[in-house]
């Protein structure tokens, strides 16, 4: 049994075992909030909390609510950060949801999960159609956001070559 929570301080060690891992993986932080330096943890958490209340947030960045996906024992599988609303630059290469599973919990079926649990927070916060992108050398998560009921929409190519799925779910 697995379950979304809003980032909180009684889960401080767990969350810095999930971002130590990331990080001496080596692979792209995804979210972009879990690049967030945590060793200022409540620091950290107020950011996060004004993300969602769009509180002192540099131009351009959207509203956006992040929450961790734990297992019954509280590790923290995985994160997800729902932005409110798209920019242009969203609308191309960013989407509503942005997600990742810590390397040790992949292929396990909890992006899966995860994405599902999602779409219920982004239909809270009144998203009726939410979009979902990855990089086109990306199957896992393409499989996954498929799995999610994922519509194809055409393509985005950034500057540097890279090719972006895009994907729209209805939530209903």
């Known amino acids: 049994m697995v379950r979304l929570v809003k980032p909180n301080v009684e889960l401080e060690k767990e969350y810095l075992s999930f971002y130590e891992e990331w990080k001496e993986s080596g692979e792209d932080m995804v979210p972009w909030v879990i690049s967030q330096d945590p060793s ?5 958490l107020r950011l996060l909390s004004n993300n969602e209340r769009s509180m002192g947030q540099p131009e351009g960045r959207v509203q956006n609510s992040t929450f961790w996906l734990v297992d019954k024992s509280n590790k923290v599988l995985g994160a997800v950060n729902i932005r409110h609303q798209l920019t242009p630059h969203l609308y191309n290469a960013g989407g509503h949801i942005g997600y990742g599973i810590r390397p040790s919990e992949r292929l396990k079926g909890y992006a899966t999960k995860l994405l599902e649990l ?4 982004a239909k809270k916060i009144g998203i009726k159609e939410v979009l979902v992108v990855c990089d086109a050398d990306n199957m896992g998560s393409e499989r996954t956001i498929m799995k999610n009921g994922g519509r194809a929409d055409a393509d985005y190519i950034e500057d540097d070559g890279n090719i972006i799925k895009r994907y729209w779910i209805d939530i209903v």
């Open 40 to 44: 200022d943890f409540p620091k950290m």
């Open 118 to 121: 999602s779409l219920s927070e």
